[in-house]
């Protein structure tokens, strides 16, 4: 099967280890970031295969594993805020299913400021009170106004 028996070759497996054998001339510490990876090289014996001289030491998780759900989140969030074209202030809403896969169900390009709207609670929510958060809005607002000045464009492109 393609991709799996290429990776099964006992054959290859020997002259990786003996090339990076050949490579390893001091003391290295390598990590590996992934459980997985973590796994295979013990469960198949690989560790055995390398010289003394190379340290494997287990690291704290694949970032995807250790990542705080918030951040997945907010990563999701500027990738669709990316995709859309937008700019300045906006909120994207989504939602999870059962099985873990996110879905938009809207990206909202001028999302309401009043005290009681989402944005704000979502802004509440990430430690931004309401004053800041009008300052961010009026802030980005106002760097987007000088960046678009001929004068400003004139010396970007120069």
């Known amino acids: 099967m393609k991709f799996v028996d290429e990776y099964r070759d006992p054959d290859a497996v020997r002259r990786c280890a003996a090339a990076i054998r050949a490579l ?3 003391p290295w510490s390598i990590m590996e970031v992934c459980g997985g990876q ?3 090289i013990v469960r198949f014996g690989l560790d055995e295969l390398l010289p003394s001289e190379l340290t494997l030491i287990h690291g704290p998780g694949c970032p995807v594993c250790v990542t705080p759900v918030e951040m997945i989140d907010r990563a999701l969030a500027l990738a669709a805020y990316e995709l ?3 700019s ?3 909120r994207i809403d989504f939602r999870i299913d059962a099985a873990g896969n996110p879905f938009i169900i809207e990206a909202n390009a001028n999302p309401g ?3 009681d709207s989402g944005l704000v609670a979502a802004a509440a929510e990430a430690g931004i009170d309401y004053d800041r958060l009008i300052a961010r809005i009026l802030m980005a607002a106002g760097l987007r106004t000088i960046a678009e000045m001929p004068s400003v464009r004139r010396l970007v492109a120069a």
């Open 84 to 86: 859309f074209g937008l």
């Open 88 to 90: 300045g202030y906006a």
């Open 38 to 40: 973590t796994h295979a």
């Open 113 to 115: 400021i009043a005290h």
């Open 24 to 26: 390893v001339r001091q």
